[in-house]
Every structure is written in C-alpha cells, then in structure tokens.
C-alpha cells in the first residue's frame, strides 16, 4: 500500500484505541459515582472530543516518519475525574486507571480472536488480517506501557492504592520525578517491553 493510506489506516486504529482507553476511564469513574467526564462531554466514544493535537496528531506523524512507516503511537486528552467523587475510597483510583489498560486488552482479545477462529474465507485479503493485527499489536502496546508504575501512567496509580504507609517515600519519589524517569524510559528502555508485547499476542493470535 501506499505509504499516505498505511500512515491514514495506521492513525485511525491508533485514536480508536486510545479513545477507547479514555473512554474507558470515563465510564468507570462515572460508574463508581464520578460524573465529571460526562459534564465535559468526554463520556463518549466519539474521537473528535478526546483528540489532543500533540499526542494524537503530532507524535503519531513523527513516530511514523522516524521508523519508517514501521511504528506507530500516541495518545489522547486524559478524561477528568474527581477521585472524591468515587464511592470506593480505598482502590477507586486504581479501579478507574486499571480500566483503560483493561479495555484495551478487550479489544486486543476481540480481534485477535476473530484471526485465529475465523475461517479463511472470511478473512478475504492479506491487508485485512494486516489490519486485524495491528489493532491488536496496538492494544496490548497501550495496556502494557500504560502499566508502568511511573506517573502519570496508569500503573503508577494502581502500584499507589496498594502501597503500605511504610513504603510511601516511594510514591513522593515517583511522583517528584515521574516526567524524568517515564523520558528516560521512552528514549533508552522502550524495547523492554516489546518482548511481552509480542508474547501476548502470539498468546492471542496463536
């Protein structure tokens, strides 16, 4: 294919995941008893309200151009909760950011599933289990980076709601120097992860 339509096919599967992620955390913060997502209207699967120019457009284009049209990702708006909204005091915060990771497993597991149980004649063309893959190639990506402990991610929030008081000059550590150590990983460590992004979806996919 072109590499203008790769670049278009690859963009609109990378929003749709992270659109789903921030939906996800929407949905579970209102569920939990947080409205703020939908006040700002974000409680929506539509991509327009989650796009963030730099990390849905900008980065996506970069990442592409620098790997050659091999890579692709980004990132959507964060969605807005009041964690003192949530019923659940205790682990609603690590329940709302576990959900985003957790959609895009689902995702991850709904296209995988579909290239390893349909029959072929379904699957009518090369480009179209190309696409299927990709889908879930990026959805296990997103899961597993936004696990790291390290803020703002995902991970770090959940990693918090289970910490012991006692250990809790870890989490002034992460979130005093959170930006510098997730850089650091982007730039110098980013390939640790990929071996177990490439397992799941081996796992998934057969």
């Known amino acids: 294919m ?3 339509i790769i670049l278009i096919f690859q963009l609109a599967i990378l929003l749709m995941s992270v659109v789903v992620h921030e939906f996800a955390h929407g949905w579970m913060a209102f569920y939990l008893g947080d409205p703020t997502a939908k006040h700002y209207g974000r409680l929506t699967l539509n991509p327009i309200k989650h796009l963030d120019f730099f990390g849905s457009l900008v980065v996506p284009f970069m990442v592409f151009v620098v790997s050659g ?3 692709i990702f980004g990132w959507a708006k964060p969605v807005p909760f009041n964690p003192r909204n949530l019923r659940d005091q205790r682990y ?3 329940k709302v950011a576990a959900a985003g ?3 895009n497993i689902l995702v991850a597991l709904v296209f995988g599933l579909f290239i390893r149980f349909m029959p072929e004649q379904f699957l009518v063309s090369t480009n179209l289990i190309q696409i299927f893959g990709l889908i879930v190639f990026l959805n296990i990506l997103l899961a597993v980076f936004n696990l790291i402990p390290i803020p703002p991610l995902d991970g770090s929030k959940i990693l918090f709601a289970f910490l012991p008081r006692s250990l809790d000059n870890i989490r002034v550590f992460l979130e ?4 510098f150590l997730l850089l650091f990983f982007i730039f110098f460590a980013f390939q640790w992860i990929l071996p177990l992004v490439f397992l799941i ?3 998934i996919v057969g």
């Open 201 to 203: 979806f081996k796992l």
């Open 101 to 103: 990771p957790l959609a």
């Open 2 to 4: 072109d590499s203008f």
């Open 92 to 94: 609603g915060e690590a």
């Open 69 to 71: 049209g091999q890579a």
């Open 176 to 179: 005093k120097y959170g930006t």
